[in-house]
């Protein structure tokens, strides 16, 4: 708290002195990319570009590291010292835009009608935040893997089915020649699990809350598409096709040093894979019963409530949403791009690149995650019950006591504004 | 007492010099300390646009509170009792009980903590929060195993390296490192020793068995995984308390061993007779410490395992910030450091009153 009063005020300090030279009215903006230098090398690029194209406003940057970037913005709304400008990561908006950390953006809708539904950061009815990128899980695999197990090639048309799932699974097991035949990446804890998974849940027609009222997930989370979604989800580990407790290492490099047939795991992941192997498949997601799922949403920008300029602010990010930048960040580390114009720009998810099915997988499949403030609990109530349900505890119980969880908070919370 | 006289008499300087450390106590360990028992009886969010209640006792009722409740086995029409596969009778559904029945509205909300069988009827321990109850007693074991076992070994390890040998600081100093690297560190190395499939202690376990060995994965399964980081935090912190010891051993005496030599006694009579009464106010110290530190039992469990498997490492201050950062609850979360605070305070006293010296 003391080094961050310290920071702030020093770019208070540095705010007033450049404000006095240039005449700009000066905005401040944090951001999560700390420590990744392409990344940081873009988004300053957007400041200076913005800077120098007009003369109202002039933006300066502070990165934070990703781990300590929600902690941070929390401890500046507890002392009143947010800057202009956040970025903040799509499900968590709801929470921050309630608890009064943000404001609406004045960016007009006509502006940005084409971007991926994914990138749209609405709550309550207003757009809090917008994002230049998206991101997408694909189940990945070779195709020689999927000749040689003798499947059917999925398409986005037609997904796999649960049956045809199951038994691509059966059919990599029986071969022998992999440790196991999926990784799930349940070594990822976190934010993971909720992203990755839940829409698993959301395909078999269950989901982490009620979302006609975002006040109950009775039914939702514990009803029978919620059982029958537990249940398979148990035998994945019971039966051997997957790892409940699973290595980092195996996770970073397992599908491609050949230990895994099949993997669910992000587009960031996909440049290795692309690299380790030259007929690597990316399938969308099997459809469990309720339609094939992939969750949506990545970093976002948004205006801070306490900003005395969300006029300029605004102005910033919508500067950012060239399809310029939206090409240069996915070209530098591997992100959906927001727009069809500028994934026709990028190497990778342009028309017949090696990613471009993950620009149509976001577009088709993606779901957000529950868009309420309680998410921010939902997602870990959520996070416990599935990796219980993995470990081997009884499905029913868990899933009745994870709903009893979130109704409870709900309740204590005054049901979120909804 | 002309200690006491001396502090509230005109020292000025003294409590000038003081005031430094005393302001920081202030602000950062006992202000803290009330504001937890006052948030404790409201519904305080870590942020929230509503206002905060009071809620009287309704955090400790939710933590606490316990039930429970006998079941029939289910009988079929003719009145046999339902048996399954195995042969053991089958009862009803517990959430039959605990989810909205009119019957039993002190049972809403409960989940099944213990059972066990009593003639034909099996008698179930609900409680409101199994999670925090699976947390205390976690807390517990680990705290019963560590302060015995942690106290022995650093005091042998004390033992060995009190001896006037070319070299000995070199043990001195191995056993110690351990202390000054982060425990975080620590428990990241750790992690990579337990590791399910190509893990060090798999490895070395395996090799000194020819292979008979089938690996463990020792922190994912429910049943090594606490185990796990006992041993491990065991040996992390041995090296303080073996220093702890040493002072205490070197404040014995010389001339009482030379007095036990000229009389003949043993080496076992020396222990027993000389060294063990001399450090009686060092093990005093030694097991309240270790106790204290115990129950803080934290950084482990949140990079290792994060309190799983199936609850199988849930800890008091891990669900304490769990609650209260993780889930933005920060009212669960300072009673949950009330609760911890008299479990530590009453044993505490109990080991003072236990430990104290008879006239």
Same mark, same amino acid.
């Given at each position: 708290?003391?080094?961050?009063?310290?920071?702030?005020?020093?770019?208070?300090?540095?705010?007033?002195?450049?404000?006095?030279?240039?005449?700009?009215?000066?905005?401040?903006?944090?951001?999560?990319?700390?420590?990744?230098?392409?990344?940081?090398?873009?988004?300053?690029?957007?400041?200076?570009?913005?800077?120098?194209?007009?003369?109202?406003?002039?933006?300066?940057?502070?990165?934070?590291?990703?781990?300590?970037?929600?902690?941070?913005?929390?401890?500046?709304?507890?002392?009143?010292?947010?800057?202009?400008?956040?970025?903040?990561?799509?499900?968590?908006?709801?929470?921050?835009?309630?608890?009064?950390?943000?404001?609406?953006?004045?960016?007009?809708?006509?502006?940005?009608?084409?971007?991926?539904?994914?990138?749209?950061?609405?709550?309550?009815?207003?757009?809090?935040?917008?994002?230049?990128?998206?991101?997408?899980?694909?189940?990945?695999?070779?195709?020689?893997?999927?000749?040689?197990?003798?499947?059917?090639?999925?398409?986005?048309?037609?997904?796999?089915?649960?049956?045809?799932?199951?038994?691509?699974?059966? =059919?990599?097991?029986?071969?022998?020649? *992999? &440790?196991? !035949? @999926?990784? /799930?990446?349940?070594?990822?804890? #976190?934010?993971?699990?909720?992203?990755?998974?839940?829409?698993?849940?959301?395909?078999?027609?269950?989901?982490?809350?009620?979302?006609?009222?975002?006040?109950?997930a009775?039914?939702?989370?514990?009803?029978?598409?919620?059982?029958?979604?537990?249940?398979?989800?148990?035998?994945?580990?019971?039966?051997?096709?997957?790892?409940?407790?699973?290595?980092?290492?195996?996770?970073?490099?397992?599908?491609?040093?050949?230990?895994?047939?099949?993997?669910?795991?992000?587009?960031?992941? =996909?440049?290795?894979?692309?690299?380790? *192997? &030259?007929? !690597? @498949?990316? /399938?969308?997601?099997?459809?469990? #019963?309720?339609?094939?799922?992939?969750?949506?949403?990545?970093?976002?920008?948004?205006?801070?409530?306490?900003?005395?300029?969300?006029?300029?602010?605004?102005?910033?990010?919508?500067?950012?949403?060239?399809?310029?930048?939206?090409?240069?960040?996915?070209?530098?580390?591997?992100?959906?791009?927001?727009?069809?114009?500028?994934?026709?720009?990028?190497?990778?998810?342009?028309?017949?690149?090696?990613?471009?099915?993950?620009?149509?997988?976001?577009?088709?499949?993606?779901?957000?995650?529950?868009?309420?403030?309680g998410?921010?609990v939902? !997602?870990?109530v959520?996070?416990?019950?599935?990796?219980?349900?993995?470990?081997?505890?009884?499905?029913?119980?868990?899933?009745?006591a994870a709903v009893d969880e979130i109704e409870a908070d709900i309740e204590k919370n005054?049901?979120?504004?909804? | 007492?002309?200690?006491?006289?001396?502090?509230?008499?005109?020292?000025?300087?003294?409590?000038?010099?003081?005031?430094?450390?005393?302001?920081?106590?202030?602000?950062?360990?006992?202000?803290?300390?009330?504001?937890?028992?006052?948030?404790?009886?409201?519904n305080?969010?870590?942020?929230?646009?509503?206002?905060?209640?009071?809620?009287?006792?309704a955090?400790?009722?939710s933590?606490?509170?316990?039930?429970?409740?006998?079941?029939?086995?289910?009988?079929?029409?003719?009145?046999?009792?339902?048996?399954?596969?195995?042969?053991?009778?089958?009862?009803?559904?517990?959430?039959?009980?605990?989810?909205?029945?009119?019957?039993?509205?002190?049972?809403?909300g409960?989940?099944?903590?213990?059972?066990?069988?009593?003639?034909?009827?099996?008698?179930?321990?609900?409680?409101r929060d199994?999670?925090?109850?699976?947390?205390?007693?976690?807390?517990?074991?680990?705290?019963?195993?560590?302060?015995?076992?942690?106290?022995?070994?650093?005091?042998?390890?004390?033992?060995?390296?009190?001896?006037?040998?070319?070299?000995?600081?070199?043990?001195?100093?191995?056993?110690?490192?351990?202390?000054?690297?982060?425990?975080?560190?620590?428990?990241?190395?750790?992690?990579?020793?337990?590791?399910?499939?190509?893990?060090?202690?798999?490895?070395?376990?395996?090799?000194?068995?020819?292979?008979?060995?089938?690996?463990?994965?020792?922190?994912?399964?429910?049943?090594?995984?606490?185990?796990?980081?006992?041993?491990?935090?065991?040996?992390?912190?041995?090296?303080?308390?073996?220093?702890?010891?040493?002072?205490?051993?070197?404040?014995?005496?010389?001339?009482?061993?030379?007095?036990?030599?000229?009389?003949?006694?043993?080496?076992?009579?020396?222990?027993?007779?000389?060294?063990?009464?001399?450090?009686?106010?060092?093990?005093?110290?030694?097991?309240?410490?270790?106790?204290?530190?115990?129950?803080?039992?934290?950084?482990?469990?949140?990079?290792?395992?994060?309190?799983?498997?199936?609850?199988?490492?849930?800890?008091?201050?891990?669900?304490?910030?769990?609650?209260?950062?993780?889930k933005?609850d920060?009212?669960g979360?300072?009673?949950?450091?009330?609760?911890?605070?008299?479990?530590?305070?009453?044993?505490?006293?109990?080991?003072?009153?236990?430990?104290?010296?008879?006239?």
């Amino acid at each position: 708290m003391k080094l961050f009063t310290l920071s702030a005020g020093a770019m208070a300090l540095t705010a007033g002195m450049s404000g006095a030279a240039f005449a700009q009215t000066e905005l401040t903006m944090w951001y999560h990319g700390a420590g990744n230098e392409v990344e940081s090398q873009i988004i300053n690029q957007i400041v200076s570009d913005f800077n120098a194209s007009q003369s109202d406003w002039s933006v300066t940057l502070e990165s934070f590291p990703q781990a300590a970037y929600n902690d941070s913005v929390t401890a500046g709304a507890l002392a009143g010292n947010l800057p202009d400008i956040l970025d903040v990561d799509g499900p968590n908006m709801p929470n921050w835009a309630w608890s009064g950390y943000m404001q609406p953006l004045q960016i007009d809708e006509a502006k940005i009608a084409n971007f991926l539904p994914g990138t749209k950061g609405i709550w309550d009815g207003k757009l809090y935040s917008i994002g230049l990128w998206d991101a997408a899980v694909a189940l990945v695999t070779r195709q020689s893997i999927i000749d040689e197990l003798g499947l059917r090639t999925p398409t986005l048309e037609q997904p796999w089915t649960q049956d045809e799932f199951m038994a691509a699974l059966d =059919a990599a097991k029986a071969s022998g020649k *992999y &440790d196991f !035949a @999926l990784d /799930l990446g349940t070594a990822w804890t #976190g934010e993971w699990f909720p992203y990755a998974f839940s829409p698993l849940l959301q395909s078999f027609g269950g989901d982490i809350i009620d979302r006609s009222s975002y006040k109950s997930a009775e039914g939702a989370l514990n009803g029978d598409a919620a059982n029958a979604w537990g249940n398979w989800w148990q035998g994945l580990f019971a039966n051997g096709y997957a790892q409940a407790t699973q290595d980092g290492a195996d996770r970073d490099t397992g599908f491609n040093t050949g230990k895994y047939a099949f993997s669910w795991n992000g587009n960031w992941a =996909a440049l290795g894979t692309l690299a380790a *192997y &030259d007929d !690597a @498949l990316f /399938l969308p997601a099997p459809d469990l #019963g309720n339609g094939p799922k992939i969750g949506a949403a990545s970093w976002q920008f948004g205006v801070s409530a306490s900003s005395e300029h969300p006029d300029g602010a605004s102005a910033f990010i919508e500067f950012a949403l060239q399809d310029k930048y939206l090409a240069a960040f996915s070209n530098g580390i591997g992100l959906i791009p927001a727009t069809p114009a500028a994934a026709a720009m990028t190497e990778n998810y342009k028309e017949g690149g090696p990613l471009h099915g993950f620009f149509a997988l976001s577009q088709a499949q993606g779901v957000l995650r529950p868009v309420t403030p309680g998410y921010v609990v939902q !997602a870990k109530v959520f996070e416990k019950a599935a990796a219980d349900i993995a470990n081997g505890a009884d499905v029913a119980d868990t899933l009745d006591a994870a709903v009893d969880e979130i109704e409870a908070d709900i309740e204590k919370n005054g049901g979120y504004g909804h | 007492m002309a200690t006491s006289s001396k502090l509230t008499s005109s020292n000025r300087a003294g409590w000038l010099f003081a005031l430094p450390g005393f302001g920081l106590m202030v602000v950062f360990i006992i202000l803290p300390f009330f504001f937890a028992i006052a948030l404790s009886f409201t519904n305080q969010r870590l942020i929230s646009p509503n206002p905060t209640e009071f809620v009287g006792m309704a955090n400790y009722k939710s933590l606490l509170g316990v039930g429970m409740i006998t079941l029939e086995p289910e009988r079929d029409a003719s009145g046999d009792i339902i048996r399954d596969d195995s042969g053991a009778p089958t009862y009803p559904k517990l959430r039959n009980f605990t989810r909205k029945n009119p019957d039993y509205p002190k049972l809403d909300g409960m989940r099944e903590w213990t059972s066990w069988q009593s003639g034909e009827n099996r008698t179930y321990v609900l409680a409101r929060d199994v999670v925090f109850m699976r947390a205390v007693l976690n807390t517990l074991i680990f705290v019963l195993v560590v302060a015995p076992v942690q106290g022995g070994l650093a005091l042998g390890l004390a033992l060995l390296i009190n001896q006037r040998l070319r070299g000995i600081n070199v043990y001195r100093a191995i056993y110690f490192m351990p202390v000054v690297v982060s425990i975080v560190v620590v428990s990241l190395l750790w992690r990579f020793i337990y590791d399910g499939n190509n893990g060090l202690l798999n490895n070395i376990l395996s090799s000194l068995t020819f292979g008979a060995f089938s690996p463990i994965d020792w922190l994912g399964n429910p049943d090594t995984a606490l185990g796990s980081i006992i041993g491990m935090s065991i040996w992390q912190a041995v090296g303080f308390h073996m220093v702890i010891w040493l002072s205490g051993l070197q404040t014995i005496s010389p001339t009482l061993y030379e007095a036990a030599e000229i009389e003949g006694s043993s080496k076992w009579q020396t222990f027993r007779y000389v060294t063990w009464p001399g450090l009686r106010n060092t093990a005093v110290l030694v097991l309240i410490v270790i106790t204290m530190q115990a129950f803080a039992l934290f950084s482990q469990i949140d990079v290792m395992t994060s309190g799983g498997p199936l609850d199988s490492t849930q800890t008091i201050v891990f669900q304490a910030v769990e609650r209260g950062y993780g889930k933005q609850d920060i009212s669960g979360g300072s009673t949950i450091s009330v609760i911890l605070f008299v479990i530590v305070l009453s044993i505490s006293l109990i080991q003072r009153w236990l430990t104290r010296e008879r006239r």
